[in-house]
């Protein structure tokens, strides 16, 4: 939201997400998205952008891109400039709907959350919002490979800045180009993956690629700090690793059979867990006589205050969700490993 037409826009960041709230559906895939306008640190290139989108919603008037990048300059009446523009797009898209002609959104599910949560932890600028959206133009997925296996893309064949009107060209490009480097990614398997899939937002596909890239990524940095092969690393390694901890702190009877086990979704073995990691970081007291949901909540939080890098939600564990259980497991164990390594 915006209190003023100076200061508030010089960024482009409400342009961004306005013209993209308001284009039609047939317009919007051949505009960038508000990831790939605000991916610039320059507030000039981010004004053209969010221009080249005007100009495809045939709005591209009283604006030059310095006219939003310096919107706040003295006597240049910059803000009054913007208020015409903001008006004719109003004018041209008003986007007002009864509440019945309103689309009606579709909630983030907790894996896609979980992923999202996940890439934005490699620090990539800017960080993903929607994630099928912010994915579809196949940068993002190219850097996340690019950082599991350095190499593992070829920059050449990938498009960074886009053309308006070559996007959805240069979108399944750089698409076509994510398949080819996962393929070339050890540990992954990518066998019925199209780049179209990715392009067309394909929730399924997404998520399968999406899954495969965190597994591997946390099996690489466990690998690191273990000296095993990642393909060594399985869920019975982890298992094991588990089951061994918990008995060494005298905590047999939260060790488990596998990340289908059901006594996970009391979230009591995680935090015996966590507390044999680090001894003493679990207070029992907000344990014992809790909902198995506020338990998940307090392990999830208490495995971030140690250290750990935990991606998932507590929602995962009280529904025995043995994917992303397995992920959490795994994130310990790396927690186990740097807490050894660390000097006393």
């Known amino acids: 939201q915006i209190d003023n037409f100076k200061d508030d826009i010089m960024d482009s960041e409400a342009y961004a997400h306005l013209l993209q709230r308001i284009a039609p559906a047939e317009v919007r895939n051949d505009m960038m998205t508000p990831t790939s306008i605000l991916s610039s640190s320059s507030n000039l290139d981010r004004g053209e952008n969010v221009l080249k989108n005007a100009d495809a919603l045939d709005c591209r008037v009283f604006l030059d891109a310095v006219d939003i990048a310096k919107a706040n300059e003295r006597g240049a009446n910059r803000d009054k400039l913007n208020m015409a523009f903001v008006a004719n797009l109003f004018n041209k898209y008003p986007a007002l709907h009864t509440e019945q002609e309103m689309p009606v959104e579709i909630e983030e599910t907790l894996e896609e959350k979980t992923f999202r949560n996940w890439i934005n932890s490699l620090g990539f600028q800017p960080q993903v919002h929607y994630l099928y959206d912010d994915l579809s133009t196949g940068l993002i997925l190219l850097k996340c490979l690019d950082k599991i296996q350095p190499g593992c893309v070829n920059w050449s064949q990938v498009t960074k800045e886009f053309n308006p009107k070559k996007r959805i060209y240069q979108a399944q490009e750089n698409c076509n180009e994510v398949v080819a480097s996962a393929q070339r990614c050890n540990g992954l398997k990518i066998k019925l993956l199209a780049g179209e899939n990715i392009r067309n937002k394909d929730r399924i596909y997404v998520l399968g690629l999406l899954f495969q890239m ?125 807490v050894k390594m660390s000097p006393q």
């Open 214 to 338: 965190m597994r591997l990524y946390i099996l690489q940095i466990m690998s690191k700090l273990s000296g095993q092969d990642t393909k060594e690393i399985q869920d019975n390694f982890i298992v094991n690793w588990a089951n061994e901890k918990l008995t060494q702190a005298g905590k047999e009877s939260s060790k488990i059979r596998g990340f289908q086990d059901t006594s996970i979704k009391s979230a009591v073995p995680v935090v015996d867990l966590i507390d044999a990691i680090v001894p003493g970081s679990i207070d029992y007291s907000l344990v014992h006589g809790s909902q198995p949901i506020d338990v998940a909540r307090y392990a999830v939080t208490t495995a971030r205050k140690i250290g750990t890098h935990v991606f998932i939600l507590p929602d995962h564990i009280v529904l025995g969700n043995a994917k992303m259980i397995t992920t959490l497991y795994a994130c310990l164990m790396v927690r186990d490993y740097e």
